[in-house]
């Protein structure tokens, strides 16, 4: 009885502890770290069960244990998960069933022994063994998956030991079992085990194929030579393993069907989003096709927020990465609150055209991080194509822009009037040649108005072009040899024309001749002539 306790104590605190884990480290999936705390208990149920000389119930909850165990590694399985290779493990799977019913067949016999140890422990044993070892493998170094693997360890030697030598020593290895797994529930290292990865293309391989054919044909094989040498006797056992085996056959060949669906439909979206991309004329041509895009290759659940900027200054300073050396990134994370929710950002950056949009922009996705995982790499295509339509349309609008300019300057080379068109950082994009005559000298490279107006008539000038509409300005322009000239600036907001994209200014000198009463502005704008325009206004109307 106090062995029995003893057992209990062990289970219980053990499923404690992972359950205590999960709810501490809050991993991604807690499907398999509950499943292998039931395993645990299962596990314990068996020893106390055996303490108590209950032997033909403890089979059961050690077979129960053995199915929850397999049922927690295949959830690891899953998409996204750490064991990407899915079909290696369910191809190991198959193998180990049909290597057990020819033990069981064969060797063991209808006594289920090998002298006084359990063949269908043993292999169980050494099934979990070489799963969870695999999943060590997979995982690379994780103090988590190491601890799992001495748990394994543990029991493949107790189960070998213990009916030889029967003892507390000998039943050690089920008291590390017990300590290893919850041990490796409270590690930090135990989210590594269920967060999302990339999933990896595995290529065809002719041993796997011809392993899991071994693994199909062996139950038939099997009960073919039982048949032959007179009555089946393990006719039960060969239909089981029959089950299992075909079961974990239509499993892989299922999952073979949706990759390959996935793929199609990734393939048909992108090459959609492809065509809309290189019909779209602008950039609310191009947010709607990669919105429409995300909206088929993704699961309408699965996405929280999309957000499509298309300069760097849209985006907080989270979105964007420290500069390092090398090539830069196609996408990053940014963490969130939930861990079952995570921000992918993947950049509008193409290195040989980052002089056509240099702003940037990314496209950014907030989302289940699984689901993002998955399809990370065809969210890194659908950005790039994204990138590359805007540049197309930027470049266009470019050689728009500087068509326009080129017969803008044609129609106005000899003419007397002043034209100007200014971006929105009032830089000089074009300049009539009257401007240079009028200031006696040639603008400076990346000029901005600023640059060509008294320093008294600044503040104005960028009131004026901060708001949006048309208007008229009254300032005084500097000349190369210092001295001043009234010009009436008359400018046409055209920010939104896809050709021009900027200000279009037309000014008029008022210093030309004589200042006669044509010649001053009207009496209603008196007042947004500078100080001593308006003095001198007053002078020439009072003749003082």
């Known amino acids: 009885m106090l062995r029995a306790l003893e057992w209990i104590v062990l289970g219980i605190g053990s499923a404690g502890a992972i359950v205590y884990g999960v709810r501490r480290h809050r991993p991604a999936r807690t499907g398999p770290w509950l499943l292998l705390a039931g395993a645990i208990v299962a596990s314990a149920a068996g020893d106390v069960l055996t303490a108590l000389n209950r032997p033909g119930v403890a089979d059961f909850c050690f077979y129960a244990m053995i199915v929850l165990v397999a049922g927690s590694l295949l959830q690891l399985t899953r998409v996204g998960a750490i064991l990407v290779d899915r079909a290696r493990l369910i191809d190991l799977l198959a193998f180990a069933c049909s290597t057990l019913l020819v033990v069981s067949v064969f060797v063991v016999g209808d006594a289920g022994r090998i002298g006084n140890v359990s063949g269908a422990y043993v292999i169980g044993a050494l099934l979990l063994l070489a799963v969870v ?25 107790s189960d070998i030991v213990q009916p030889l030598w029967p003892g507390r020593l000998s039943e050690s290895g089920f008291v590390v079992l017990y300590l290893a797994w919850g041990a490796a529930a409270l590690h930090p290292s135990m989210v590594r085990l269920t967060e999302p990865a990339t999933p990896r293309p595995s290529p065809w391989l002719g041993r796997w194929a011809a392993l899991l054919g071994i693994s199909v044909a062996t139950p038939p094989v099997v009960l073919l030579i039982e048949a032959v040498h007179g009555t089946v006797g393990d006719g039960v056992v060969i239909a089981v393993a029959g089950a299992i085996t075909l079961l974990l056959t239509i499993t892989r060949l299922t999952d073979s069907v949706t990759l390959n669906g996935q793929a199609l439909t990734r393939e048909r979206g992108l090459r959609e989003a492809s065509a809309a991309l290189v019909a779209a004329a602008d950039t609310p041509a191009v947010d709607g096709a990669v919105r429409a895009a995300i909206a088929q290759l993704m699961p309408p659940d699965a996405i929280r927020s999309t957000v499509f900027a298309i300069d760097d200054r849209q985006l907080t300073l989270e979105a964007v990465p420290e500069p390092e050396g090398g ?46 995982t ?35 300057r044609a129609v106005v080379r000899n003419s007397a009037d002043i034209m100007v068109v200014i971006d929105e ?29 008294h320093p008294d008539d600044r503040n104005q000038l960028r009131q004026a072009f901060r708001s949006s509409g048309d208007g008229v300005v009254f300032c005084s322009l500097l000349r190369a040899d210092g001295s001043r000239v009234l010009v009436e600036a008359t400018y046409r907001d055209l920010r939104d024309d896809r050709l021009v994209q900027g ?42």
């Not at 728009?400 to 017969?407: A, I, N, V």
């Open 133 to 157: 070892a695999r999943l060590l493998v997979a995982v690379g170094r994780n103090l988590s998956a190491v601890l799992l693997v001495a748990g394994a360890v543990g029991v493949l030697v």
């Open 327 to 372: 090539p830069p990134p196609r996408s990053w994370w940014v963490e969130e609150a939930d861990h079952d929710y995570a921000t992918l950002v993947c950049p509008l950056w193409l290195e040989p055209l980052a002089v056509a949009r240099p702003g940037g922009g990314a496209l950014i996705l907030v989302g289940r991080r699984d689901t993002l």
């Open 374 to 408: 998955a399809t990370r790499d065809t969210l890194e295509v659908l950005a790039g194509q994204a990138a590359l339509a805007l540049d197309r349309i930027s470049l266009v609008e470019a050689v728009g822009r500087r068509d326009s300019d080129l017969y803008l």
């Open 425 to 453: 950082d009032q830089r000089i994009r074009y300049a009539s040649p009257s401007l240079r005559e009028l200031l006696g000298a040639d603008l400076p490279p990346l000029a901005a108005l600023d640059d060509l107006v």
């Open 503 to 544: 200000f279009v200014v037309t000014m008029r000198d008022f210093t030309q001749g004589r200042e006669s009463a044509e010649q001053l502005p009207r009496r209603d704008n008196l007042d947004e002539l500078p100080a001593r325009v308006n003095r001198r206004s007053a002078r020439h109307k009072f003749r003082y």
